[in-house]
């Protein structure tokens, strides 16, 4: 199985916004953020369907904002904060920072 | 015609990235910032039809990203930079400047 992974210079502000912009995706990378290191996917305790948590991994994926590689039948999953600190500076703290600080 | 605008304690990040996620409705926001003063949904130069137009303030309206207000015919627009700055400190900053910054 062939996983796709644009480039750092690939990385679209868009695409990062969009995969960001979804409750669970965001408490996924809060997750991946704090563990810093490569979680396989059902490791995150999200109440969804296998389909749905594969669909929220590669969105993830795809725009740049994690990295899967395969381990034997799982996929292990990091974040690539280094990949988005350097094209968008400031945006993943910003948005690690909202996502854990208590509701207003 | 009402516009409902979600409050300062309402504001939902998620709802917010999703609202940020579309390159039109980034330019406006980056329009919007650079004039730091209300202006008219027409006064973009954006390249789309009136209702899709109409249809991307008004996800940044109820985002709370933008402040809309009746004027005569028109909607004047404004950025809701210190709500934003506010709950989500940071995250408006590194948005605009990931927008403004030259490709990678």
Redesign the interface.
């Known amino acids: 199985m062939y996983l796709h992974h644009p480039t ?2 690939e ?1 679209d ?3 990062v ?2 995969a ?4 669970q995706r ?1 408490r996924i990378v809060c997750l991946l953020a704090e563990r810093d290191q490569p979680c396989a996917c059902s490791s995150f305790g999200l109440d969804v369907t296998k389909s749905t948590l594969t669909h929220h991994f590669r969105v993830l994926r795809e725009a740049g904002v994690i990295r899967q590689e395969l381990a034997g039948t799982s996929k292990l999953n990091s974040l690539r904060r280094e990949d988005l600190d350097s ?5 993943l ?3 690690l ?3 854990l600080a208590p509701a ?1």
């Open positions: 750092r210079a990385l502000l868009p695409a916004l969009h960001l912009s979804d409750p965001l094209r968008f500076p400031g945006l703290a910003a948005v920072a909202a996502e207003a």
